[in-house]
């Protein structure tokens, strides 16, 4: 069945039995994973990874880990990215099957409306599909105080709408800020707590990032020489939390995309499709990190830079030196990528 903007929330929050697949599809990747998690957290469950081309290339493999007990006990949601319509025989076999232990969740990107994957999951009355668009004005708005509200954070609207400028209305980029206010705040969903603008003039994102852009940039072409030097030049005392939103909005926009050329879309199309996401002096550039970096290799930097940002905030480690140290061996990796 095909939900709708004002029906997704609850069937992810309120899921009904007996429903097999969600399809989670559309141009805004980030809302497609944040309707997937809250489903596994509304399930109180853990997430297995299965890859779209093991699904291809065994299509029985969904059904079968679907309808498998989790070892460990408790609930599972078998979790597939990226998924296309390499994965239609699959689903069918899971939806034909006699039982189902666990949902599955796909995270398909943007699909055409000719999509067989889209029009199993629409047809269904076990499966659910849903179409993710980047909010805008007050569904931005809404989206960052529904957020909020998960991280324990009471957000008055026109402070919402600041943090949603501040991210570019990516719920990605959103749910990490969120995250580090409720933090900094001591706010929890059991010890909820307002925010306010001085929260976000400590630690927001809102800074000018031009230089950690530079940076990040030259880390992750490989410019070990180049990095040593501009981090040579940053002014003592310098904010590091900058540079490393800097490098999480660089990976948020390169992860789904490379994911896309390694599910089998050409660089071209791909690129085609960042369109006015992407200025036109940056194109080139990522052009040449899509080609330089897998997924996994994505995957381990967005990992390293998480760590980081929870040092900067939360130990007494210098933050130059600990950004430098980091920024230094992404371009050494950089660097074996060639």
Avoid at 208 to 226: K, T, Y
Avoid at 304 to 330: F, M, N, V
Wanted: hydrophobic share 50%; aromatic share 4%.
């Amino acid at each position: 069945m095909k939900a709708t903007k004002a029906s997704v929330g609850r069937a992810v929050d309120q899921p009904k039995a007996g429903m097999r697949f969600y399809l989670f599809h559309g141009p805004d990747d980030a809302q497609s994973r944040a309707l997937g998690q809250r489903l596994v957290d509304a399930l109180a469950a853990s997430r297995f990874l299965i890859t779209g081309t093991s699904i291809k290339s065994d299509p029985a493999v969904l059904a079968d880990e679907a309808g498998a007990m989790n070892l460990f006990g408790g609930t599972r949601v078998v979790w597939v990215e990226p998924a296309g319509d390499e994965i239609v025989a699959g689903v069918e076999a899971l939806l034909e099957a006699n039982a189902a232990e666990s949902p599955v969740v796909a995270i398909a990107g943007a699909l055409r409306k000719t999509s067989g994957l889209l029009k199993l999951a629409e047809a269904s009355p076990n499966a659910l599909a849903f179409a993710a668009y980047a909010p805008e004005g007050a569904d931005a708005e809404r989206m960052v105080i529904d957020v909020g509200r998960r991280f324990g954070l009471k957000i008055a609207p026109p402070l919402a709408v600041r943090i949603a400028d501040s991210c570019g209305n990516d719920q990605a980029i959103v749910a990490q800020e969120l995250q580090k206010f409720a933090l900094y705040v001591d706010a929890s969903p059991q010890s909820p707590k307002e925010l306010d603008h001085g929260a976000i003039d400590a630690v927001g994102a809102e800074v000018a990032e031009a230089d950690g852009a530079q940076l990040v940039d030259l880390a992750l072409s490989g410019a070990v020489e180049e990095v040593a030097d501009e981090l040579a030049r940053l002014p003592h005392g310098a904010e590091a939390i900058p540079v490393v939103r800097a490098l999480q909005r660089r990976l948020l926009l390169l992860a789904p995309a490379r994911a896309r050329i390694e599910r089998g879309d050409t660089p071209d199309a791909v690129m085609t499709s960042l369109g006015r996401s992407l200025f036109w002096k940056d194109k080139s550039l990522v052009a040449a990190l899509l080609r330089r970096w897998d997924s996994a290799g994505l995957a381990t930097v967005a990992e390293r830079a998480s760590r980081l940002e929870k040092d900067l905030l939360y130990t007494p480690a210098p933050d130059q030196e600990a950004l430098g140290e980091e920024l230094i061996a992404i371009a050494r990796a950089a660097r074996t990528r060639r």
